[in-house]
């Protein structure tokens, strides 16, 4: 492969290029979500793009796949200079992008919502059967296997992402731009995803990867390109850079990769979860009966492949959804109902309230307190100072406390989650997914967060897709598997191998349960 | 923040004018002069003070309905019967106005106008209990309860309210005690304009700076981040249809009690609850922007009349300039928002249509 030259200066790259991007800056208000960007991708190599939450890795993939416009700056594509701010040319040029959030139309097939970005191309002719027949083809060729007539909205995730694969490539991409492929993954299925990668790469397609998880890019990546605050810090050849070398060129200081357990004294139960049943969680599967103690000063981890009712769980501790039968009782440490956190595990459609303000959506909580309203009316300063010290702490980099969180970067679209959950010192924390999308930096600092609720004698469920993770924070470790906790072991004497087998032993639902 | 609003602004002007290009454009395909159409539409608004006055009168129904529509659309409600509400508000009001006699002016119409706020909140209410409790939708509820209450006012005004010769199918006039005072001598227009500026301003104010219009917004943002986080979702949906409601029922006891014949006559509405719709839609649910246009609307209402008159075009046609001078402000608007909101990523701004489904990050 040519990733012998781990620079991008435009005379190298001119040569063989797939991609190449040319100082292209965008800025939104005052603030410089790109700053003179330069990238080359060759052919047939995969090109990691590492960041911060907010680096601007969202902005450029959407500057070279034409939904923004860049202000300066130009996107070169087979040596044609793309046409700014025109999905339709940078899609016939060969730029294939599966976006952060998926865009397929949830009660369309897959064969349809591949119909329909082809169809825009070819004059609006919605060749159905044509379309289904070269899906199928193709998904066969490349080992993806995606049901074509089923609604997408019914199917999991990682075929979703298939889809949107398929239908790069469909449109006969020779760049595929993939932003964060793997923030919905569970490790198996990023494992297959990983075999297709390569696969393309090695029939000549200049893949990019957006992606938090380091491993991730030792295991695929050819060259990694790293960027903060809107600018490209370096690029360098994966086989000679260290982990830690990478997070700390993108967060500009070192990161703990691992992070100490403290070990804290158990305190008084905090949650009680009795009986807890939910009839038919999915289709004809009953949840539980789950019963959970968990004590002050107690992290317990809940691991279980994706579907085994983890999300169900969640959502009937953090009080969300009521069960069918069963008790969820949480008691504050001097006695008296105690004061729950949640973090869902989806924080656009449970979390946040996107065209709201920054503001508006540190204060749903607690507006109604003494401290920000008094008869019924906000008191605006109070409101502000209590938000500006939120985003400060918490490190959200956002243009303003009035900007709507939609504008946001996902990663700092959770930290106001957390920033607004974790104030006044909930007694119990239910986390579900706590760093899913977040940067190394963030990730080091949420498990600081964690630890620090925990030492403060605050009790915590933690849901995670991420094993590291579980093993990182738990105490002790709850497995599920088919809708049940079939064990709960101390984290000293659990291994990845128990947990993993445990997980997948019994009755497990595994990933492609269909609603 | 501000840039944007004032973009807002410029599209909205923008587009009337353009729109009212439009229309003369297609007075002129008719044939009519259009330099006098274009002079009696002026005139029909600004020509007199009796005309400007006649403007403001019909302002005022079409502010509270839109300030209606705003109210229970922030919180993510369909208030599509505002119109039954209005003959709602106006009924109870001319109940008041004609049966409770004997009540010094302030008083009396005080409460006429209090009581056309309950009558509009009443059906409203019909319509939110229907929403809460039997999952009917807020849509098809509040547009049915219009379709019945068309009827009973059409009833109630050859019925049991008729006038004492019992001929003219409409209610005689309520007591002077319960009518608006003049506020311009000579023109129909009311003191009750006055009371609907400070209307305006109060929900501006409760939306922005209060509690409850805090938990409004965000319920009409995200219903399930907001139950999650401990708003009652249902209370609100229901709280906003009310005062929606109420609101309309202001409108309609304004209908009736600062109208020059102030009775209860079958259809006294005319659409206004429907207007107020389109208004809202102008002002993109802005309840500050809803003075200027609601004013527009009046304005094109108003001189449409004349245009009627004078130049002798059918009032078919004048209700058709004005229905493109409608679709031109709602298309050019849309349009500029789709515009916008092409710079962000698809779903993220499409609260009706989630089309980012799946990764979350
Ligand atoms: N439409 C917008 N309006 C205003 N600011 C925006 C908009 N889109 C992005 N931004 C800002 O630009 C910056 C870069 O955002 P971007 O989404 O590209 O980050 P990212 O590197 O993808 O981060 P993450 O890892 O969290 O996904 C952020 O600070 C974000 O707030
Ligand atoms: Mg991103």
Not at chain 1, 372 to 384: A, P, Q
């Amino acid at each position: 492969m040519s990733a012998d030259i781990p620079g991008g200066s435009p005379t190298d790259s001119a040569v063989a290029a797939a991609l190449s991007v040319r100082g292209v800056t965008k800025t939104y208000g005052a603030l410089v979500a790109n700053d003179e960007v330069d990238l080359d991708v060759r052919p047939g190599e995969i090109l990691a793009l590492l960041g911060e939450n907010g680096a601007g890795k969202s902005t450029l993939v959407k500057v070279l796949s034409g939904l923004v416009r860049a202000d300066a700056g130009e996107v070169v594509v087979g040596g044609e200079t793309l046409p700014p701010g025109d999905p339709e040319a940078a899609r016939a040029a060969g730029v294939g992008v599966v976006h952060q959030h998926f865009m397929l139309v949830p009660d369309m097939t897959a064969t349809e919502n591949v119909a329909l970005a082809q169809g825009s191309r070819a004059g609006r002719r919605f060749d159905s059967a044509g379309t289904r027949a070269r899906l199928l083809e193709l998904s066969e060729r490349h080992g993806m296997p995606v049901r074509p007539d089923i609604p997408v909205e019914l199917l999991p995730v990682g075929e979703r992402q298939r889809i949107e694969i398929l239908k790069c490539l469909l449109g006969d991409a020779r760049v595929l731009l993939l932003d964060e492929p793997s923030a919905v993954l569970s490790p198996v299925e990023w494992e297959r995803l990983a075999v297709v990668l390569e696969e393309l790469a090695a029939q000549g397609l200049a893949v990019v990867l957006i992606t938090h998880k380091l491993g991730e890019i030792a295991a695929v990546a050819d060259r990694c390109t790293v960027m903060r605050g809107g600018k490209v810090v370096s690029t360098v050849r994966v086989g000679d850079t260290a982990p830690e070398e990478l997070a700390r060129m993108m967060v500009g200081r070192d990161v703990v990769l691992r992070t100490e357990r403290p070990v804290v004294a158990a305190g008084p139960v905090v949650l009680e979860a009795a009986g807890l049943t939910l009839a038919g969680y999915r289709g004809d599967r009953d949840l539980g009966p789950v019963d959970l103690t968990v004590r002050g000063g107690e992290v317990l981890g809940v691991a279980g492949v994706e579907g085994n009712g983890q999300s169900e769980l969640a959502d009937l501790l953090a009080g969300v959804r009521a069960p069918t039968a069963g008790t969820v009782l949480v008691t504050a440490p001097g006695g008296g109902p105690g004061r729950t956190g949640v973090i869902a595990e989806d924080r656009q459609a449970d979390g946040l309230a996107l065209p709201l303000s920054v503001t508006d959506n540190l204060m749903m909580r607690v507006i109604g307190d003494e401290a920000f309203s008094r008869h019924g009316v906000l008191r605006k300063g109070r409101i502000r100072r209590h938000c500006s010290e939120r985003v400060e702490r918490f490190g959200v980099r956002t243009s303003g406390l009035e900007t709507p969180v939609e504008s946001l970067s996902g990663g700092n679209q959770q930290k106001i989650v957390l920033a607004r959950e974790l104030y006044g010192e909930p007694d119990l924390l239910v986390a579900a997914q706590p760093t899913r999308g977040l940067d190394v930096g963030a990730i080091e600092f949420v498990h600081a967060q964690i630890n620090a609720h925990k030492t403060a004698g605050g009790a915590t469920v933690l849901f995670s897709a991420e094993l590291d993770e579980i093993f990182a924070l738990s105490d002790r470790i709850a497995v599920m598997s088919g809708g049940r906790v079939v064990a709960v072991l101390d984290a000293d004497d659990a291994t990845r191998d128990r947990v993993g087998e445990l997980m997948t032993a019994v009755n497990g639902a595994g990933e492609e349960v269909v609603a | 923040m501000n840039r944007q609003a004032l973009r807002g602004l410029l599209v909205s002007v923008l587009a009337v004018v353009l729109a009212l290009a439009a229309s003369l454009a297609v007075i002129a395909l008719t044939g009519a002069p259009v330099g006098k159409a274009a002079a009696a539409m002026w005139d029909g608004v600004f020509g007199s003070p009796a005309q400007f006055g006649a403007t403001l009168t019909k302002f005022v129904p079409l502010v509270l309905a839109a300030i209606g529509w705003v109210i229970a659309s922030r919180a993510g409600r369909l208030n599509v019967g505002l119109e039954g509400q209005i003959l709602a508000g106006g009924t109870t009001a001319a109940v008041v106005g004609l049966y409770l006699t004997g009540l010094p002016t302030v008083l009396h119409l005080t409460i006429a106008v209090l009581a056309g706020a309950v009558g509009g909140a009443l059906l409203g209410g019909v319509a939110a209990w229907l929403w809460a409790r039997r999952g009917v939708n807020d849509f098809i509820a509040t547009l049915l309860l219009t379709l019945i209450m068309t009827q009973v006012v059409s009833w109630l005004a050859n019925g049991p309210m008729e006038e004492p010769t019992g001929t003219l199918g409409q209610s005689a006039s309520v007591a002077d005690s319960a009518r608006w005072p003049v506020l311009l001598p000579r023109t129909t227009l009311r003191a009750d304009i006055i009371l609907v500026i400070i209307l305006v301003l109060v929900a501006a104010y409760v939306l922005r700076r209060t509690v409850v219009g805090y938990r409004l917004r965000l319920t009409g943002a995200n219903e399930s981040a907001a139950r999650a986080t401990g708003t009652r979702t249902t209370l609100v949906g229901v709280a906003a249809l009310c005062a929606s409601a109420a609101v309309a029922g202001v409108a309609g006891s304004s209908l009736v009690l600062a109208a020059p014949a102030a009775n209860l006559a079958p259809g006294f509405s005319a659409g206004y609850g429907f207007d107020g719709i389109v208004v809202a839609l102008l002002a993109r649910n802005s309840p500050l922007g809803c003075i200027p246009a609601a004013l527009l609307l009046a304005a094109l209402r108003q001189g449409g009349g004349l245009l009627e008159a004078r130049v002798g075009i059918s009032s078919g046609l004048v209700t058709a300039t004005q229905a493109v001078v409608i679709l031109l402000v709602t298309g050019t608007a849309w349009y500029a928002d789709r515009r916008r909101s092409r710079s962000r990523p698809p779903g993220a701004a499409d609260v009706a249509a989630p089309v980012a489904e799946g990764a979350r990050s």
